[in-house]
């Protein structure tokens, strides 16, 4: 089960830090993604970061102003969101598959519920 939360009304220009919690036996052996869904658009790979850490993948997009790290004894990721801007409006959502990162909607077999972000310009 996969817990996203942190989302909300921002300011164009600032940070935030959205957290996805995961539960399960094995929550902590699973790769974990960021997706977003804008309003009227399909949804599009954030980044992710593989079980250990020491493996992550970001779209191009989102290069040098998001970064996703992970906690294992929390079982948490994190996507700190710098400089926001009004297109990074949408819903986060985060995701968790066995394997290695993966920027593939469909390789993702587990889905939170979304914390939605809201960037006012």
């Known amino acids: 089960q996969l817990q996203a939360s942190g989302g909300g009304l921002v300011q164009s220009g600032c940070s935030l830090r959205l957290s996805c919690e995961a539960s399960g036996r094995t929550s902590n052996i699973y790769t974990l993604g960021w997706f977003r869904q804008a309003p009227g658009k399909e949804r599009e790979f954030v980044a992710a970061?593989?079980?250990?850490?020491?493996?992550?993948n970001y779209a191009d997009s989102v290069k040098g102003r998001f970064t996703i790290s992970r906690d294992s004894a929390k079982n948490t990721a994190y996507l700190q969101i710098d400089s926001l801007k009004p297109d990074d409006t949408a819903v986060y959502y985060c995701?968790?598959?066995?394997?290695?990162?993966?920027?593939?909607?469909?390789?993702?077999?587990?889905w939170g519920q979304g914390t939605l972000v809201t960037v006012s310009s």
């Open positions: 995701a968790a598959r066995l394997g290695v990162v993966s920027s593939f909607t469909y390789h993702y077999h587990y």
């Open positions: 970061i593989n079980w250990r850490g020491d493996s992550t």
